[in-house]
């Protein structure tokens, strides 16, 4: 546990880099557990989305992983009803698919995000997730 009473599979890491801020609205942490360019052509971070924090939409030309592992939140693709994430959810997601997730209103998220097939390019990020759609969310 750490000192929030939260458990603690993988550390929490920095607040999100200068690089990535553009792209977040709320407070979120991001820990590098694999970094890209190794061997293994993906990534793994733990990110941490305090309540209200959620990403922009954005596209993963290789694909991505999200193995979710405390708290609640959401995830949703364009065109679609944003679904529900609780601890022990895994999310799959196909190359190029438009996307965004984040923290519920009340509650912190925490997943690790792995990023397949890196040689097909980096993150495409797009727009912010208007706070009119995200305040729909329950």
Known sequence: MN???NPVIFPRGPELSD?????????????????????????IS??????GCRNNWHKHPGG??????YGRGWYQEEGGP????HAGDVVTIPSGIKH??????????????????LN???VEWLEPVTDQEYEKLK
Request: glycine share 10%; charged share 15%.
């Open 3 to 5: 000192d929030s009473g």
């Open 19 to 43: 690089a990535l801020r553009p792209y977040f609205i709320g407070e979120g942490y991001l820990s590098s557990l694999i970094p890209g360019g190794t061997e293994y052509n993906c990534s």
């Open 46 to 51: 733990n990110v941490t989305f305090e309540p």
């Open 64 to 69: 991505q992983i999200l193995l979710v592992t």
């Open 82 to 85: 944003a679904q529900e994430l």
């Open 100 to 117: 965004w997730h984040g923290a519920a209103k009340d509650n912190r998220l925490i997943h690790l995000a792995v990023s397949t097939n």
């Open 120 to 122: 097909l390019g980096p």
